[in-house]
Nanobody, 124 residues
Framework: QVQLVESGGGLVQTGGSLRLSCAVSGRTFSTYGMGWFRQAPGKERDFVAFISWSGSTTYYADSVKGRFTISRDNANTAVYLQMNSLKPEDTAVYYC?????????????????WGQGTQVTVSS
């Protein structure tokens, strides 16, 4: 069973940057794509970014394209989300998950092993 632990969240001003990390254990990490999602209070858990098992393919939500970068380190079984030019609307709890079921990379139902999340708050 895969286990994921997110870290790196915090409070930042508009225009600032944060780098989120997700430590993965309990699975052959390099076999699966990985994704980041976020959930704001009272809203659905939304897709943010995806990276394939090799790291050669990435996808982003339109709202973060050009500002966020997903990456992975298969040797250290970790995935990262570099977030630049942050906006107040980026405020949410951020989760990483394993794309266990393949298929639709932007659907949370294709993912498994959700971590506890890390809070990102962007002040205006």
């Amino acid at each position: 069973q895969v286990q994921l632990v997110e870290s790196g969240g915090g409070l930042v001003q508009t225009g600032g940057s944060l780098r989120l990390s997700c430590a993965v254990s309990g699975r052959t990490f390099s076999t699966y794509g990985m994704g980041w999602f976020r959930q704001a209070p009272g809203k659905e858990r939304d897709f943010v970014a995806f990276i394939s098992w090799s790291g050669s393919t990435t996808y982003y939500a339109d709202s973060v394209k050009g500002r966020f970068t997903i990456s992975r380190d298969n040797a250290n079984t970790a995935v990262y989300l570099q977030m630049n030019s942050l906006k107040p609307e980026d405020t949410a709890v951020y989760y990483c998950a394993e794309n266990t079921y393949g298929g639709t990379y932007y659907s949370r139902y294709a993912y498994n092993g959700w971590g506890q999340g890390t809070q990102v708050t962007v002040s205006s």
